[in-house]
């Protein structure tokens, strides 16, 4: 992603929802500091969850290949050449119990990692849905709190769309982490129905990179991308 040094220019995204009216100028400058710190741990949560998600995906991968060659080793085990073995006594119906066995160890393991990718959804939903910033001041108190748990439904949260870190607004973070949830649930959907590991057509690699990038990177938060 290049932009000019001299005159930097906004990178393209996706059309927001509208945002609410911008507070006055003195609560944005109390606000801005505590959102940019909530948008920093939000994508953090969701880098890791990330990173959860693809070691599970390449995990079932793994496990999904073993359980298809046990699959055909048993399934035509009758017509197998087994060379000198082949007189042994019921030397075929041991090599297949012992698939069978091996089968059925497989198919817990790719289960284990189905299990693992949806646990790695949980936080990637909430990272997605805990973007907004919002006021959370005590009765009687002149101190200025803020958390990512709505107290006042007058209060948006997204500080009237003004950028957080250099461009991008709340709702423009939010935009991109949905994309992500998005991303992954579809596949994890796709996976379950086809029940197959090959099927990785809805994650886009590319447009994974590219979304980190634009809300990390470009935007200059410092969270480590593993």
């Not at 990692?113 to 006021?135: G, K």
Request: charged content about 25%.
């Amino acid at each position: 992603m290049e932009t000019s040094a001299a005159t930097p220019t906004r990178p393209p995204h996706r059309n927001p929802t509208a945002a609410s009216p911008s507070p006055s100028p003195s609560s944005l400058r109390l606000w801005r500091p505590a959102a940019q710190r909530n948008l920093r741990n939000q994508w953090s949560r969701l880098v890791k969850a990330k990173d959860d998600w693809l070691a599970a995906a390449d995990e079932g991968l793994s496990h999904a290949t073993a359980l298809a060659n046990a699959h055909n080793l048993f399934r035509f085990m009758p017509g197998t050449d087994l060379g000198a073995l082949k007189d042994m006594p019921g030397i075929r119906d041991k090599a297949r119990g012992k698939l069978a066995l091996r089968e059925e160890q497989y198919r817990s393991m790719l289960l284990s990692s189905y299990q693992e990718m949806v646990h790695a959804l949980s936080p990637l939903v909430n990272a997605s849905r805990s973007m907004r910033c919002f006021s959370n001041v005590p009765t009687n108190s002149a101190l200025a709190r803020y958390s990512d748990c709505q107290a006042d439904v007058n209060d948006s949260g997204d500080g009237g769309g003004i950028p957080v870190f250099k461009w991008l607004s709340i709702l423009e973070f939010e935009g991109l982490a949905q994309e992500l949830v998005d991303m992954f649930v579809s596949e994890l959907m796709l996976k379950i129905y086809l029940v197959t590991w090959r099927a990785n057509v809805n994650v886009k690699k590319s447009r994974l990179n590219e979304i980190f990038e634009l809300a990390i990177t470009e935007e200059g938060m410092p969270v480590r991308l593993s």
